[in-house]
């Protein structure tokens, strides 16, 4: 392999970390498909590799690839998102206290408060955009984890990665984010305080719609991280090695997908930010975003592919304008090459804090000018 440390994360991902098989000379790592492995005749495994559930091959690339773009000590790849989410409130022991984001994806903080409250966490929902308000819900010696999302779905909200850390860390507690949204290549929260970040691999770091997969990455391999290898194993949250291998092939365009997300999502943002028949856009990039100096500072190279809509004449008129669309796909996830729009609330369901008048929308690589078109026509007049 050839000498990757200067190289810059859009260099590292389009060569998939420079691998190169030193007997075939493949540029492309293969698909392990076995189930177990042979044992050394001293009854060893000095492969490193035992069976298939804890131990598949075809993981290390992409896994190597994921804590290098995240400045961590390893990576291990997941079923889903939720399983690589859930694993890290499993690691938790019952009656801990965990911190997390009042508007955060609406499976996990279901599943918070239904199984993860019925097991014994203690959970507390916070605006986690407001320091003061981490800062008032965290019990020192009573919090074990600070959850948090930024850029949170789906209004975009921004924590204040650096300085949520320091008040949890300051209390015992740990510091795991869910980065989905910036993509590994916009954000580096390890970088800034956080002891693992989790991905929904399923989305821009796949980016093709076509594998359902979920990621975390570790600041250090500590006492947490193997009980978090140890649920993994024992639960059986592995991916399958066809779709690791695919993973790896969208992790090799990466940041041209996300570069051109970026750029078009800003330009759909400043388009519909002064429309009469929007109420208001929620986009870190547009300087009205609440959130707008704090991603300035953490965020490089654009605010993300993600932004939302509240339409002006309210629920239905939103509902109206998904269903009016013809480029846009209505669908639900994110971070795929094709623009997806959908109704949020409704996916939701009762009790979700998303506004009635709110369209989520997942920028992706087609013309903006298109996207902006058919838009334009749903909004009516």
């Given amino acids: 392999m050839s000498e990757t440390k200067s190289w810059t994360p ?55 690839l994921l804590a290098r773009l995240e400045g961590g000590a390893g990576a291990m790849l997941f079923s889903s998102g939720m399983a690589a989410a859930t694993a890290v409130f499993l690691a938790l022991q019952p009656g801990d206290h ?18 993860a409250t019925a097991w014994g966490l203690k959970i507390e929902l916070v605006d986690t955009s407001d320091l003061d308000a981490i800062r008032g819900a965290i019990r020192p010696g009573k919090t074990k984890l600070l959850w948090l999302e930024s850029p949170a779905n789906p209004t975009w909200a921004i924590t204040d990665i650096a300085g949520a850390a320091a008040l949890a860390h300051a209390a015992g507690a740990f510091v795991a984010i869910d980065a989905t949204v910036s993509a590994a290549v916009l954000t580096q929260p390890i970088a800034l305080g956080a002891d693992l970040v989790m991905h929904s691999a399923t989305k821009y770091l796949n980016g ?83 959130g707008h100096a704090i991603a300035a500072r953490q965020m490089r190279g654009g605010f993300g592919g993600m932004l939302s809509m509240r339409v002006a004449r309210g629920e239905m008129a939103a509902i109206g304008a998904a269903a009016r669309v013809q480029l846009w796909k209505r669908a639900t996830s994110l971070g795929g090459v094709e623009s997806l729009i959908e109704h949020r609330a409704s996916i939701e369901g009762a009790g979700t804090p998303v506004p009635a008048d709110l369209l989520r929308l997942s ?18 007049n």
Avoid at 99 to 113: C, D, F, K, S, T
Avoid at 224 to 236: H, L, Q, S, Y
Avoid at 260 to 275: H, L, N
């Fill in 98 to 115: 965990a911190v997390v984001p009042r508007i955060m994806y609406w499976g996990l903080r279901n599943w918070l408060m239904g199984f």
């Fill in 363 to 380: 920028v992706g690589i087609e013309d903006p000018q298109d996207l902006i078109a058919d838009l334009d026509q749903a909004l009516g």
């Fill in 208 to 290: 093709h719609t076509d594998v359902v997969a979920g990621a975390l990455v570790t600041a250090r391999k500590d006492g947490f991280w193997e009980r978090v290898t140890g649920i993994r194993k024992d639960i059986g949250a592995i991916l399958g090695p066809f779709e690791a291998w695919l993973l790896l092939r969208g992790m090799r365009t990466l940041h041209i997908r996300v570069e051109r997300a970026c750029r078009s999502a800003q330009v759909i943002a400043e388009r519909f930010a002064s429309d009469p028949r929007v109420a208001t856009v929620l986009y870190p990039g547009l300087s009205s975003h609440p």
């Fill in 10 to 64: 859009a260099t590292l991902t389009a060569q998939g970390l420079g691998w190169v098989d030193e007997e075939s000379k493949e540029v492309i790592p293969p698909i392990h498909l076995t189930t177990t492995y042979i044992r050394d005749p001293d009854n060893q495994y000095r492969t490193g590799r035992s069976y298939g559930r804890p131990h598949n091959a075809t993981h290390e690339v992409p896994e190597a």
